[in-house]
């Protein structure tokens, strides 16, 4: 049966989407189009040049995270010199591992730019901060006047994972001036409204979210700067998705439970690796025993 997926954000969190996409392929569930944010676009990404969810577990389980963690080398290696450069940079990391180790992983499946894909089977979020607007990737190229087909999937994949302030921000040059491209997840983390505007649906869609569903979370425990500056990002992230998820039904959203892991805890462990595909394993078999969508739709 093949259906049109969605992938939340979540950082380190998204080894979870591993053992979601093992039971839904074992059930015989494939996709057709993806789209995605942060983690979620890596997924879709992988989805897209054709890796299968055991394929996509081994990537994963021989990669050292650690290695995305490129510093800028300095003059003097001070502890307070990361923190100058963090201001200056906008991001502690520079983020070159991950958009190189996205550009080979594709590369193996001959895939380079957007037109190395079937057209519209794969869309990724960003955010432009400098226009203040959400990037569609490759929809919304043309507005840059960049051809979307010439454009590196690697490159829009690098900037909808660019966390704030940990990952340096992608600069998208555009004419004589330039755009300061950050994480997806700052505007939509969970885009599952990107598939809402046809009117005709061939297929159905399903969602996988690194979150409980919203009567199931707990509340922000705000005690300090810090707890009120994670709760401005997770509130400002969110609200826009969530208030669409309201509007839709939850049936065809799988929810995975990781809010107690880290989204940038980038030395997790091997047990704590199986904890988050055991989670998207459990879940998306709950999922499936009362989803509609497999009866909803005859192909």
Known sequence: MLVDGVFSGG?????AFVGALQM?????IYFHRVAGTSAGAIVACFLAAGYTANEIETMLDELDVST???????????PFMKWI???????????????????EKLSEKNIYTFNDLPEGSLRLIASDLTNGKMIVFPDDLNTYNIEPGSFLVSRALRMSCGVPFFFEPVKLYVGQGESIVVDGGVLSNFPIWLFDEEVNKERPVI???????????????????????????ATMKDAHDERYIS?????????????????TQFSLD??????????GKKRTIDF???WSGMFSYQH
């Open 11 to 15: 950082g380190i969190k998204g080894f």
């Open 85 to 103: 450069n963090l201001y200056f940079r906008m991001g502690i990391y520079k983020g070159l591992e991950l958009e190189r180790w996205f550009y």
């Open 270 to 279: 091997g047990e704590t690796k199986e904890i988050l595909i055991d989670i």
């Open 24 to 28: 839904l392929e074992e059930n015989d």
């Open 68 to 78: 995305f963690l490129d510093q800028r080398k300095m003059m003097f290696n001070l």
């Open 207 to 233: 969602g996988i979210k690194l979150s409980n569903s919203r009567k199931d979370m707990e509340p922000h425990k705000i005690r300090n700067g810090l707890q009120l500056f994670e709760a401005l990002f």
């Open 288 to 290: 499936l025993k009362s």
């Open 247 to 263: 509007r839709v039904h939850e049936k065809n959203i799988i929810f995975l439970p990781v809010e107690k892991f880290s989204a």
